[in-house]
Nanobody
Framework: EHMVESGGGFVQAGGSLRLSCTVS????????MAWFRQAPGEARELVAA????????SYAESVKDRFTISRDNAKNTVYLKINNLELNDTGVYYC?????????????WGQGTQVTVSS
């Protein structure tokens, strides 16, 4: 099983990014998916999650007005759209596979994609 994230980079505050995570090796639509963020010197935190069908989402309170998680099960891909980027959005973003649907336990992780927000 393999997960590959992409879409990170250097962005000015106020800009937007869309991160992608493509999964291979398992039936993608069996599992909820999530995005985590790890800022420099801080613990990894869950920022967004989506159920296996894409009909239900959950966000950290700090990002819910600016982040949108979505998925395309036909493409085995989950996305994270970040609008109005802020300096404290800087960090490494990881996608993660839930062990089931809304089990809130994650067993497979991507390698991470770096997002750096500048003023």
């Amino acid at each position: 099983e393999h997960m590959v994230e992409s879409g990170g980079g250097f962005v000015q505050a106020g800009g937007s990014l869309r991160l992608s995570c493509t999964v291979s090796g398992r039936p993608f639509n069996f599992y909820a998916m999530a995005w985590f963020r790890q800022a420099p010197g801080e613990a990894r935190e869950l920022v967004a999650a989506i159920d296996n069908g894409g009909g239900s989402t959950s966000y950290a309170e700090s990002v819910k007005d600016r982040f949108t998680i979505s998925r395309d099960n036909a493409k085995n891909t989950v996305y994270l759209k970040i609008n109005n980027l802020e300096l404290n959005d800087t960090g490494v973003y990881y996608c993660a596979k839930d062990v089931g649907n809304w089990r809130w336990s994650y067993d497979v992780w991507g390698q991470g994609t770096q997002v750096t927000v500048s003023s």
